[in-house]
Every structure is written in C-alpha cells, then in structure tokens.
C-alpha cells in the first residue's frame, strides 16, 4: 500500500516539480531530497508543502515541520498515512 | 547575440536554426544544441530560459568572465512585457476559490528581475543589475546609465541588451560592454564595434515589440 | 557596420569625459501615501504617535482567510482623487482611472505643488517603480472602462507621464523590492552623469489577491503585525502605497531649505539564489561598503540607518549581519515596516522620504514591533524615539532575486 503512494509520489515530484532527465523508478525512496539526492531547494519544499495540500488536503508549516516530513520519498508517504483525511 | 525566429546569431554568424514548432521546444533544442547541463533550466519560466539561453550563447562568443572578476560585471537588462506569461499563470491559479493553490514556484517568476537573477547566479556575476521595462528596446539609456556605471567604477563589464517573452512571441539580443582603454590591455578580441553617441541609434536599433 | 540585427556581441563605450566638477544631487519635497496618510507631514506625526497601520484584514476579496495587512483608506484615497480631477481635469471621470494610477499621480500632484521643478521641462525624467503596477487589471471582475494593455508596465508609465504632460516617456524600474531606492539611485546617476537635471521618483504598488496569495504560498506573511529584527519575528506584513520624491541638480527647486544629496549608492546580486538571501551577506555588504566609499564617509561616520527590515527570518538576520561587517553594529538603526508594513515598490522611496524626514528634523523613530533582539549579530535598533543630529544617513533595501541596495544621504 506505501509502496503505490511512494511511486504515486515519485511522479507527483518529476512533475511539479519540474525534476528533468529522471525516471519514478530512479528515485531512491530512502535517499535524502534536499541537499544531496535530488537537490532539492527551498522553493521545492514549499511546493511540496502545495502538493500536500491539493493532492491529500493535508496543511503544514514548511518552516517547523518541513525538514522532517520531506526528508525522503518514504518519509513524505508514511506522514501522508497518518495524516490524511478521510 | 541574438535569438529570434528560431534562429540563433552570434557575433553576425547564424550558430542554430530550429524547426521546433512552439516556444518551449525551441527553447529545449538551443538548451540542447549548446550542450548544456544545468537542471535548474526546466524549472524557470520561459522569459528566464530566454535570458538564460541567450547569456549562455554570448559568453560562447566573448572572453569577459575571464577578464573580468564576477564582482565587476553588471547585468542591465530592459524588455516591455515584463513578466506578463507567469503573472497571468500565477492570476490563474487563484481565480477559482474552490481550487486554490497559489504555486511558490510560479509566483516566483511573477517579476522580471529574476531572469538576471538567473543569469547572475550561473555565471556569478555579481555587480550592478536592472531591469527596465519600455515598449522597445532604448539604447540611449543603456549608453548613458553604462557610461556613468563605468566613469564611478561601479562596473568594469556590462552584460545588456533585451529580452522579450510573452506567449509565442520572444526575441533576445544580448552584449558586452567594456571600456575602450581597459580593453586594450587584452590580446585576442573578438569582434568589436565602438558605441558611442554618433551611432547608438544605427548600432542598437530598438525594435518593435 | 554590423549591428545588433547582426547579433555582434562585443560593444566598445566611447563616451566623453565629463568635468571634474562633481554635480551634486539634492533630494527635495517628499509624499508618502500608505495606511496612516496621505502625506510625509503626516505620516511624521503619525508615527511619532507611535501609530500602526497594520490591522487584520478579516479575509474577503484580497485573501480567503485572515492576515495582518496595510491597506491605504480608500473612501479618503478617492474622496482626494475625485476632489484633484475636478480641479485640474474637470473633464475626466474617475473610472478612467486604477487604484495605482490614483495613487501615482496623488503623489506626485503633492511634490510638484512643494518643489518648483518643472515636470513638462526636457531636462525633467519621471522615473516609477513598481513589483505590479496595474495587475489588478487581471481580475475577472475589472473596470471595463479602462483598457487592458495598461496592464503593461510601460503602457502605465506612459499614461502617468502624459497624464502630466511630461516631456520624456517616464522610466519604468522593476527590479522586486530594491525597485524604489533604485530608482532614486538611478535618477541621481542619470543627473551625474548630465543626460538630466531633474527627476521625479515615484514608486507604488496596491495590494491585490495576485500579491497576497503569492506571498502566502511563500508561508512569509506573518499572522500579526511584522516584528523586524525581532526574536519573534516570524513573517512580513504586506502593505500598500506610492512615494514620490523630488531629486535636482538645482537645489533652490527642490523645495526644501535643507542642502541633502544622494552623496553615493550601490546595487549588487549575491548570484546565490532566486528567491532566497545569500545568508553570509557578503553581497549586501560590498553594496553598503560601495555606497560609503563612494559618499567618501567611514561606517562611524552614518548616524542613522533606514533598514530593509521586514520581519522574516533570513532576510532580517543577512541584513544585520552584512551592518554588523560594515562596523555598523552601533548606529541607530530602524525600520519603517513594522508601522506600514512591506510596500513593495513603493518601499525603497516611503522609506527614504521618512528618513530624509528624520535628517531634516533631526528627531528618529523607534522600530516598530521591535522589543527583543534576533538577530545572531547585535545591531543597535531603535527602542524609542530619540533627538538626535543627523547628517548622514545610511538606506539599505534588498529583494528577491538577490539584488541589495544601498544609498547614503549627506547634509552639506
């Protein structure tokens, strides 16, 4: 079931973010998104924060709770898990 | 340099001629074609690939970053719709209150600057930068503003030119300012043509938008 | 000869040498328009009366929910519009007209009745600045009467410059948040350097949902009135408005008794980042060192600071680190946002205008929101009003796209 939302958000993050040359399947779903892996910056985290909100109405404040929550694919999708409303 | 109708000119020669059928395809065959490797690309907007692109080509064309340090090199840019495409993207995404998403990485692009932030941050120039937006492209007041720049020291080198995108229309020129007496220290110059009050209008012919 | 049309890259400059007799440059009549006034007067009075023209806007048309902004009084900004247009264009109607527009030429019918430079003269440039002048002309539900090319920056500007019978198409600056102190910057570089001897610098920008909701996806809005520099400073506060300041060659136009002069200024990129500030503020720093070095002045040599200032964290924190490098860590130093909040285009010259304000009076204002220290570099923010004499001061403004100003204002 993690398994679907993790690929399900590896596209997600190709397309809103506008991540080029890089297939769902190439993305490590362990590695760290920002700094190394993807090199994901701050503009990225607060579009993350967007695609939270408009793909699994869940709100968050990038600034407190950003870091921990997007620190990989796998992170993102168990937080989604918890979090999502019904 | 120049880019427009699908073509790409540098110092009076045509490098590229693209048969790409829209804006955006054009843009990835230039990116393509000069062999560049910079993933940031496809996250800007169109105005700020255009700049990017075109900054990318000129610099092909001239040896400025290598005379000069990032510190004295400005960028001075003009185009006349500003950052038109994104502003009604960005104006789109909150028209309906049921489906509202304001994008960070849209509204970022909602102003005309960044296109030399761009450019700025590639190739760490780091001097005086502008932007002017006027219906066409005024040399005289890139003649004037550059020569005060350049008599105060601000800058030894200026990047400018114009840059225009919206929709399916863009056209870009771009080039190097430098001071007569400070480019006769350097061997091996490219082509060069004098700017001065006699010729601005012949040399930069604005063009209509 | 091989053009641009020819794509030729290389440009030589061959411009003439001018004098060695520097031209000064004076600042003049100032207005200011935001929530607390129409005028700079007022706006002095306003804040030595420690008001705040930052309040919570309940949400409805400009944002879905709450959050703190400054909002300019309509009711008085088109009771004032409609009173001027009857004056001086009887023929006119007031739907003719955007909110920028009015706002724009409010201000600069202001500074033109205080100086006596002369806006139709050839050697007069109206230059504007603004993040988004008309952008409300994107909205479905805009005024039919008024056509929408004036969405574009230029189209404004000229429609403000023959509103005035200019004689120059005014020039436009966009250039994010720096746009006002540049456009002083700029019009005192184009006096120095004889193209001009007058400029009118105006600069202002209204606050719509295109700005508000933008900012808001940034999660930079705080949800109270901006602290700057403070330790609980978690997000600006957006304001609106227009400033027009008056800059001449010829200091008996200018409108005021006292001899001030942009006496040097700087704008350089961190080349870092779109969006974010360099945070060693190694950039803004060679902007404020440039723009002293140029004024011939040493950092003890400022006795007031007119900061950035607007509340957020990182870019707070760069500035008072790029002060503190300077050897400013001493100087009072305020900002003006925590009473009117970010006003984007307009902020470089409202800021400058008060602060001019503040050399004129010799008198300087406590930084509103500010109670306690935040910053990892101590500067010396201003607590309280004080007395004090000032004859140089330093302006710093930076924005997004990593572009820093700087400007230093002399008394001769």
Redesign the interface.
């Given at each position: 079931m993690i398994e679907d939302l993790i690929l399900k958000l590896k596209k997600e993050i190709i397309e809103e973010l506008n991540v080029e040359n890089i297939t769902p399947e190439e993305i490590d779903s362990e590695a760290p998104l920002f700094g190394e892996g993807l090199g994901l910056d701050s503009i990225d985290a607060l579009e993350l924060v967007v695609l939270l909100d408009k793909n699994y109405g869940i709100k968050i404040q990038a600034s407190k709770e950003g870091r921990k929550i997007f620190r990989s694919v796998r992170t993102i999708a168990e937080y989604i898990l918890e979090h999502q409303k019904k | 340099m120049k880019l427009q109708d699908h073509r790409v000119l540098l110092n009076g020669i045509v490098e590229h001629a693209s048969e790409a059928d829209s804006v955006d395809a054009l843009f990835r065959s230039v990116y393509r074609y000069y062999h560049i490797d910079y993933p940031k690309f496809f996250k800007m907007d169109n105005l700020c690939k255009l700049a990017f692109l075109s900054a990318e080509i000129l610099l092909q064309g001239t040896d400025a970053l290598q005379k000069y340090p990032g510190e004295q090199i400005g960028i001075i840019l003009e185009n006349a719709s500003s950052s038109l495409e994104f502003d009604r993207k960005h104006q789109e995404s909150i028209r309906d209150r049921n489906q509202y998403f304001p994008s960070p990485s849209v509204f970022v692009y909602t102003i005309p600057n960044i296109m030399v932030a761009e450019i700025a941050i590639r190739h760490k120039m780091k001097g005086e930068n502008t932007v002017f937006i006027s219906e066409r492209f005024d040399p005289e007041l890139i003649y004037h503003y550059v020569s005060e720049l350049f008599r105060n020291q601000r800058v030894s080198c200026c990047l400018s030119g114009w840059v225009e995108c919206y929709g399916d229309h863009y056209q870009s020129f771009l080039f190097i300012i430098e001071q007569e007496d400070k480019i006769k220290e350097f061997k091996g110059l490219q082509e060069y043509v004098i700017l001065n009050t006699l010729n601005v209008e012949k040399l930069l012919e604005g063009k209509p938008r | 000869?091989?053009?641009?049309?020819?794509?030729?890259?290389?440009?030589?400059?061959?411009?003439?040498i001018?004098s060695q007799h520097m031209v000064d440059v004076f600042v003049g009549a100032s207005n200011t328009i935001t929530s607390l006034g129409f005028s700079t007067a007022r706006h002095v009075e306003q804040i030595k009366a420690n008001q705040i023209g930052i309040s919570i806007y309940p949400g409805g048309n400009l944002c879905?929910t709450a959050v703190p902004l400054s909002l300019v009084d309509n009711r008085q900004l088109l009771d004032l519009f409609q009173k001027y247009l009857s004056k001086t264009k009887p023929d006119l109607q007031l739907d003719l007209f955007t909110r920028s527009e009015m706002l724009h030429i409010l201000s600069i019918a202001d500074v033109l009745k205080r100086s006596a430079v002369d806006i139709t003269d050839s050697r007069t440039l109206i230059i504007l600045s603004t993040?988004?002048g008309n952008?409300d002309l994107?909205?479905?539900d805009r005024l039919p009467a008024i056509e929408l090319d004036r969405?574009?920056?230029?189209?404004w500007?000229?429609f403000l410059g023959s509103f005035f019978n200019s004689s120059n198409?005014p020039?436009?600056?966009?250039?994010?948040c720096i746009s006002g102190l540049?456009a002083i910057l700029?019009g005192s570089?184009?006096i120095?350097?004889g193209?001009y001897d007058h400029v009118i610098a105006a600069g202002g920008d209204i606050l719509t949902?295109?700005a508000v909701?933008?900012?808001?996806?940034?999660?930079s809005l705080s949800p109270k009135p901006c602290k700057p520099f403070d330790a609980a400073r978690d997000g600006l506060s957006l304001g609106e408005g227009c400033g027009t300041i008056v800059l001449s060659r010829n200091h008996s136009l200018c409108g005021i008794p006292e001899k001030i002069v942009v006496a040097g200024g700087?704008?350089?990129?961190?080349?870092?980042?779109?969006?974010?500030p360099l945070r060693t503020g190694e950039?803004f720093y060679?902007a404020i060192c440039?723009a002293l070095r140029?004024a011939s002045l040493d950092p003890l040599d400022i006795d007031y600071i007119s900061a950035h200032g607007t509340g957020t964290?990182y870019y707070d924190e760069t500035e008072a680190k790029a002060l503190s490098w300077v050897g400013l860590e001493r100087v009072p130093v305020n900002s003006f946002k925590g009473y009117f909040g970010h006003t984007l285009g307009a902020a470089g010259i409202i800021e400058s205008a008060l602060a001019i304000a503040s050399m004129r009076n010799n008198e300087l204002f406590r930084s509103a929101g500010f109670e306690n220290p935040g910053t990892s570099q101590h500067i010396h923010i201003l607590t309280d009003h004080a007395v004090k004499e000032v004859n140089h001061c330093l302006k710093t403004a930076s924005?997004?796209?990593?572009?820093n100003a700087a400007v230093v204002f002399k008394k001769i």
């Open positions: - | - | 000869m091989k053009g641009i049309e020819d794509g030729v890259s290389d440009i030589i400059l061959d411009f003439p001018l879905p993040l988004k952008m994107l909205e479905k969405v574009y920056l230029w189209k500007g000229e198409k020039l436009v600056v966009s250039n994010a540049l700029i570089r184009l120095k350097a193209r949902e295109f909701s933008g900012f808001q996806s940034f999660q700087s704008c350089t990129n961190d080349a870092h980042h779109i969006s974010g950039s060679v440039t140029e964290d924005g997004f796209g990593g572009c």
